[in-house]
């Protein structure tokens, strides 16, 4: 008898003894609280026993809850007793309000997180003004406790540096996700309101551990129906969930609902019966979602309607649906992304030809939301011109998470340096230090109003986001979007400790491999400063040959004007101008080819083939070893992969392995497809050592992908 327990004992042991062999699946994301380091950092407090916290409050209970859980007890038990605690709460509480903390100097959503003792008991308190900011300071404390290491002598303090820290989805009804490579919308709208889904609550709980404050539900290319009574009712039900983890729902609103939906003759934005439309509908919203955001408006962009189609300007479009929501404290997120095939202009001038003159013309409660980059979330550009040009307005900043022109969900391509790159520009707007990060977060000029989105990375697959490092841009906007200007290795070690494992066997290489990860992929996509050689529609795969499509700017020949002299984009004077968008230090700046910098040579200049670049080699040769370069890096991010098998557990180590095989294989399918094309342009021999393409270019043309995932309706 004895025996037989020795061996059920020892197979237990062989089952799981091995914590880190544990399967996962990646649904848990980065709150992983089986992780060993999470016993050891509690072990270093004295293993807290239980959360308390005296008030009640949902946003309160949502914390105590997570903490709970992040100890790695029951919410639903009884709580153990020991000798350490956690006490949570703001001012309101008497606990809290007896240790008298320095909490006035806090914003609303900032905490302050300390180990003290109180009452003879060791605690850690987690205190904040507001609700929502205990539930941040949970969070804090939690994520420092899966950086591994002693929780001894805590004393953090943080608060958000811009106030909206939107996701936008890009999710129809029916579920598709436009640009989506992680399976469906998680949001069921057939099955809401009456059925939820656990999914929901633990989508709130990712986001509020990065500090996401908003999510809009609705894809911008948006359906009336979404505003109608069923589907705000089906709103309300995912708001209700999301409510007390700190983040508001916001829609998408179709500009001319109140003809569709209204049964009205225009939408024109100063029809007097077009502004009375929104504002029932707004009070109707507000009937059902007291707390709701506001609306995000693509107008007059891609097909959408929009003001101009009653000759209004932008800001008359945004203001009437402003007007509206204003009574209610909602605001609108009015989107500057606009180009027209009627305009013969540089599609990287027309959003700034249009929105610049409107500075001071919009209502209070307008942002206007600009892409990172004037033409459309490119693997690399350079940062929007509007910033620090529209000093008068608040510019949120959006930029792509889901990865539609850096290789779907298959390509690893950690975006931090992209996201940070951006933020850290300095347009000069205001003489040197007027960064994009400022601008955003309203200090530069003085705004109340300030905001972040980023378009989701998040669908019905289990891992959510399509693959394990996918779901660091996720995690990485939200830092950026708490603070713009934190940095994105900083965040790439932290994500890897939180996510794969704190071993720094494991976290040195990951966290190198992400950090060079996405200048690869501009390497064998677009390299040089190069844009919008993807495939037409579905935008997977080269096609910089695509040259006979209706719209002048969607084919890609327009974007990198190859010839048999040269290549690259002239934005100078001599070109479309677009320079002269800059501050004058900028546009001087990139006017001069030897000034601007390799990384966006071609995006401002035309040159010759054999223009010289720095390093001496002329330009041909050096885009061919740009492309190489690309390759060898994709080739490298497998085999670094492949070097840490076993040190974390088997099943996310092999769904990742898979995928870096894809990126390597399609690295050297972008590469050679676009060496192919350029050559035949340049007619010129590739540099010594660089290997010819494996088919010749009608291969790759031939390729073609109709059932690619993630494209427009
Ligand atoms: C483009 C996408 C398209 C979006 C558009 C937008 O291809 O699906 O609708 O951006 O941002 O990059 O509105």
Redesign the pocket.
């Known amino acids: 008898m004895d025996r037989l327990l020795m061996v059920v004992g020892a197979t237990l042991i062989a089952l799981f003894g091995t914590a880190a062999a544990r399967a996962e699946d990646g649904y848990d994301l980065w709150l992983r609280y089986d992780a060993p380091q999470y016993r050891q950092a509690w072990a270093s407090i004295g293993s807290p026993g239980a959360v308390s916290a005296d008030e009640d409050h949902p946003t309160i209970r949502a914390a105590a809850d997570e903490l709970t859980r992040a100890l790695g007890h029951d919410p639903a038990a009884t709580p153990a007793s020991s000798a350490a605690t956690i006490l949570i709460g703001t001012a309101r509480s008497p606990q809290i309000a007896r240790l008298g903390l320095p909490l006035a100097g806090l914003g609303p959503e900032g905490y302050l997180v300390r180990a003290v003792t109180a009452e003879g008991r060791r605690t850690i308190v987690v205190a904040a003004r507001e609700p929502v900011g205990v539930l941040y300071g949970a969070f804090a404390l939690i994520r420092q406790a899966g950086q591994g290491g002693s929780l001894g002598g805590l004393d953090l303090s943080d608060q958000p540096r811009v106030r909206l820290r939107v996701l936008d989805h890009?999710d129809n009804l029916d579920r598709h996700v436009?640009?989506g490579y992680a399976g469906q919308s998680i949001w069921d709208w057939w099955r809401l309101p009456a059925i939820g889904d656990r999914r929901y609550t633990d989508y709130a709980r990712a986001n509020a551990s990065i500090g996401v404050n908003g999510t809009v539900l609705n894809?911008?290319?948006a359906k009336a129906d979404s505003l109608t009574a069923p589907y705000l009712a089906k709103a309300a039900a995912v708001a209700d969930v999301l409510r007390p983890w700190g983040i508001r729902v916001y829609l998408s609103a179709r500009f001319s609902a109140p003809i569709e939906l209204g049964g009205l003759k225009t939408a024109d934005p100063l029809d007097p019966q077009v502004r009375a439309w929104w504002k029932v509908k707004a009070d109707e919203i507000y009937r059902v979602i007291p707390d709701f955001g506001g609306f995000l408006v693509?107008a007059n962009?891609?097909g959408q309607p929009g003001p101009r189609d009653y000759k209004r300007s932008h800001a008359d479009g945004a203001n009437a649906l402003a007007a509206a929501l204003a009574p209610h404290g909602g605001v609108v997120m009015w989107?500057a992304?606009v180009y027209a095939d009627t305009d013969p202009d540089d599609r990287a001038k027309q959003a700034f030809t249009e929105f610049k003159p409107l500075d001071g013309t919009f209502a209070d409660n307008v942002l206007v939301q600009v892409?990172n980059g004037p033409i459309?979330?490119q693997p690399r550009e350079p940062f929007h011109p509007l910033f620090g040009a529209m000093p008068k307005t608040p510019l949120m900043i959006e930029f792509?998470i889901t990865k539609?022109?850096l290789g779907f969900a298959s390509h690893l391509a950690y975006l931090g340096p992209l996201f940070a790159e951006t933020l850290a520009a300095d347009t000069r707007g205001k003489g040197a230090g007027s960064t994009v990060a400022k601008v955003v977060d309203g200090s530069l000029d003085g705004h109340r109003l300030s905001g972040i989105a980023g378009?989701a990375n998040i669908g019905s697959d289990r891992d959510w986001s399509g693959s394990i490092f996918d779901q660091a841009n996720w995690y990485a906007f939200g830092r950026l979007a708490w603070n713009p200007t934190a940095d994105p290795q900083a965040l790439a070690t932290e994500w890897t400790r939180l996510t794969w494992s704190s071993d720094p066997t494991v976290v040195t290489p990951v966290v190198a491999m992400m950090m060079r990860s996405r200048q690869a992929v501009v390497d064998y996509m677009t390299p040089l400063g190069l844009a919008h050689l993807m495939a037409t529609g579905h935008?997977y795969g080269p096609g910089p040959w695509v040259s006979d499509l209706a719209r002048p700017e969607w084919n890609p020949s327009y974007y990198h004007r190859a010839d048999r002299n040269g290549i690259g984009f002239d934005r100078t004077r001599t070109g479309s101008n677009a320079v002269a968008q800059y501050a004058p230090p900028l546009a001087r700046r990139f006017a001069n080819p030897a000034a601007t910098g390799e990384d966006l040579l071609l995006w401002f200049h035309h040159l010759p083939w054999d223009h010289r670049l720095a390093g001496g080699d002329t330009l041909w040769d050096t885009l061919v070893r740009r492309y190489d370069r690309g390759v060898a890096g994709a080739a490298s991010l497998r085999s670094d992969w492949a070097a840490l098998r076993g040190r974390v557990d088997e099943e996310r180590w092999q769904r990742t392995a898979e995928r870096l095989a894809v990126q390597e294989a399609e690295a050297r399918w972008w590469r050679d497809a676009s060496v192919a094309y350029f050559q035949s342009v340049s007619g010129r021999p590739l540099p010594p050592g660089s290997a010819k393409p494996a088919h010749d270019l009608d291969w790759y043309k031939a390729q073609l992908f109709p059932y690619a995932p993630g494209q427009?309706q």
């Open positions: 890009w436009e640009r894809n911008v290319n693509k962009s891609e989107r992304f892409k459309d979330f792509q539609e022109y378009v935008h427009g």
